[in-house]
C-alpha cells in the first residue's frame, strides 16, 4: 500500500510518502488517529491507499506557506544585521 504521513509544524507542513504492508499501514493509521488534527501545530495524520499515485502531489490549498512566510521574516530580520556587519568591518 501507499502511506502517507503529514505532520504540521510550526514551521510549516511536512510530507512523508512510502510503501508499507497493508496491516502495517493500517496499524500505523490507526495509532495517530488521536494526533490527527488538521490545522493544528504537531498534527500528525497517516492515510493508506492502493491505487496508482494515490498518495500523489500535496494540496494546492496551504502547502509550504509556513515556510515561506518564516523565510521572509528571518531574511527581514538578518539582511540589516548583515548591512550592518559589512558596515562596520
Given at each position: 500500500?501507499?502511506?502517507?504521513?503529514?505532520?504540521?509544524?510550526?514551521?510549516?507542513?511536512?510530507?512523508?510518502?512510502s510503501?508499507?504492508?497493508?496491516?502495517?499501514?493500517?496499524?500505523?493509521?490507526?495509532?495517530?488517529?488521536?494526533?490527527?488534527?488538521?490545522?493544528?501545530?504537531?498534527?500528525?495524520c497517516?492515510?493508506?491507499?492502493?491505487?496508482?499515485?494515490?498518495?500523489?502531489?500535496?494540496?494546492?490549498?496551504?502547502?509550504?506557506?509556513?515556510?515561506?512566510?518564516?523565510?521572509?521574516?528571518?531574511?527581514?530580520?538578518?539582511?540589516?544585521?548583515?548591512?550592518?556587519?559589512?558596515?562596520?568591518?
Open positions: 500500500m501507499c502511506q502517507k504521513e503529514v505532520m504540521e509544524k510550526s514551521f510549516g507542513i511536512m510530507y512523508r510518502k510503501c508499507a504492508s497493508s496491516a502495517a499501514c493500517l496499524i500505523a493509521s490507526a495509532g495517530y488517529q488521536s494526533f490527527c488534527s488538521p490545522g493544528k501545530v504537531n498534527s500528525v497517516i492515510s493508506c491507499c492502493n491505487t496508482p499515485l494515490c498518495n500523489g502531489p500535496r494540496p494546492k490549498k496551504r502547502g509550504n506557506s509556513g515556510v515561506v512566510l518564516r523565510a521572509h521574516v528571518i531574511t527581514t530580520v538578518l539582511l540589516p544585521k548583515l548591512a550592518l556587519l559589512f558596515l562596520y568591518c
